[in-house]
């Protein structure tokens, strides 16, 4: 009895049959489109919160009336200002990195937004702790 021929390509000793890479989906342009409009919002915000960060020096105000640690207020100053900015420049690149794999991208600066804001207080609430109460 006879074999059937082999199905496929001929196996050769040197190169072995691989089969052809998976395409990449499409990618989607409302998504691309979305994203980057939603970004840019995010850098108005932060732009914008970072902007109320610089008023956290009137933390200050107080303090020649009672002992303050200047330290703190000014670190409370500094994330208030800068934390808003590594947020967007994390969000910035999550979101390249999703759009090159061809995932949904538009939710990263969704995400981001309750962190730009939350960073103001994160830095307030270091201000408040250089100035004593009472």
């Given at each position: 009895m006879t074999q059937p021929p082999p199905y496929g390509p001929p196996a050769s000793p040197i190169a072995p049959y691989q089969p052809a890479p998976a395409a990449k989906p499409p990618a989607r342009v409302w998504d691309v489109v979305?994203?980057?409009?939603?970004?840019?919002?995010?850098?108005?915000?932060?732009?914008?919160?970072?902007?109320?960060?610089?008023?956290?020096?009137?933390?200050?105000?107080?303090?020649?009336?009672r002992d303050c640690s200047t330290e703190l207020i000014g670190l409370g100053m500094l994330t208030a200002v800068a934390l808003p900015w590594a947020v967007l420049l994390a969000a910035v690149v999550l979101a390249i990195v999703l759009l090159v794999r061809r995932r949904h991208a538009f939710w990263v600066p969704l995400v981001a937004v309750p962190f730009v804001i939350g960073s103001w207080f994160v830095g307030a609430f270091i201000a408040a702790a250089g100035v004593p109460t009472g």
């Open positions: 979305l994203t980057v409009v939603l970004l840019v919002g995010l850098g108005v915000l932060a732009l914008i919160v970072s902007f109320f960060g610089f008023f956290l020096a009137m933390a200050s105000d107080p303090c020649g009336v």
